[in-house]
């Protein structure tokens, strides 16, 4: 039996270790992992697709992006052909932004945020995902690597000036319903993940080592 090729695409200033805890049946799949490359200063956000789609060494896999990762795996898919394109707490297209995000677009407030100094996690945190918690900013220490100060810039504007308006009608969305970063009171048509927050990825991996071979087979 030919296996399934599954890539998985972090979220914002992530590393790929955020799925190191999924599992899947080896027998049936091969997961391969992905990681931000860095960005040009001014690059468009497909053609920054179109290099991370390079990576991609399989034919008929199933692409799944978290957060921004999200929004990447959507413009990578123009670039492949895919047996399933999975986004995890993200959005399928920018009039699902929360009403903060669309205000920052069009105020300009995203160009504001001090990244040269979000190395400090706490600070990152603070910025770009609301309310901090304790453990939460652990989590961060751990798992937000890609803290240059040209890729921040850069991947906050593509994420608040995503220019996306029409969905795509083959995405697979999975979206916990407390998801303080993307509120689920603004997403439509997706798997919901009762109390899963932003960053469920990490906290309710059972979850997805569970459903996610069905949500690929069926």
Known sequence: ???IHIYFMPGLAASSSIFEKIKLPEDVFEIH???????????????YAERMSKFVKHDKVVLVGVSFGGILVQEMAQFLDLRKLIIISSVKSNKELPSRMKIAKT?????????SLLSNVEALTKYAFGTMIKERVKLY?????MND??????AIEQ?????????DDNVIHIHGDNDSVFPAQNIKNFINVKAGTHIMIINRY?????????IILK
């Open 159 to 167: 994420v608040v000036c995503w220019e996306r308006t029409i969905e």
């Open 206 to 214: 059972k979850w997805f080592n569970e459903n996610l071979p069905d």
């Open 107 to 115: 105020t300009k407030a995203y160009k504001l945020i001090p990244t």
């Open 1 to 3: 039996m030919t296996k």
């Open 149 to 154: 100060k040209v890729y921040l810039d850069w």
């Open 141 to 145: 220490k751990k798992y937000l690597t």
């Open 33 to 47: 992992l992905l990681d931000w490359i860095m960005p040009e200063k001014t690059e468009l956000l497909k053609n």
